[in-house]
């Protein structure tokens, strides 16, 4: 395991195909994080970026939880615009 600023996959590499822009952090949250991510080769021999988690101390796949998280914004987004249309046909009945 090497971490992953020496195998030049860095925090926009992780984001490239997400919603997610490295312009969201700042300089001094971007070198923490890439400090804390590692690479593990998979059985395809591709580099694949995991951190520590904090509080479960397991490593966690970084693309898992960006593909996770961003299911989890559209599906907010969707039950935002459901409780919009909700609230809106309530003050139409009103």
């Known amino acids: 395991m090497k971490n992953m600023a020496e195998k030049t996959i860095l925090l926009q590499n992780i984001l490239k195909d997400s919603d ?3 312009a969201q952090f700042n ?3 971007i070198a923490e994080l890439e ?3 590692i690479a593990k ?7 694949v970026p995991y951190i520590q ?6 490593e966690i796949r970084l693309s ?3 593909q996770e998280s961003f299911s989890l914004r559209k599906e907010s987004e969707r039950l935002l ?4 249309e909700m609230v ?7």
Do not use: P, S
């Not at 080769?41 to 580099?47: A, I, L, Q, R, S």
């Not at 988690?53 to 397991?58: A, F």
């Not at 615009?81 to 919009?84: K, N, Y």
């Open 20 to 22: 997610y822009k490295q």
């Open 27 to 29: 300089l001094f949250q």
């Open 35 to 37: 400090k804390r991510i």
């Open 41 to 47: 080769t998979d059985k395809n021999g591709k580099d």
């Open 53 to 58: 988690c904090l509080v479960r101390k397991k």
């Open 64 to 66: 898992a939880l960006i």
């Open 81 to 84: 615009v459901e409780a919009r």
């Open 88 to 94: 809106e046909r309530e003050i139409e009945d009103n």
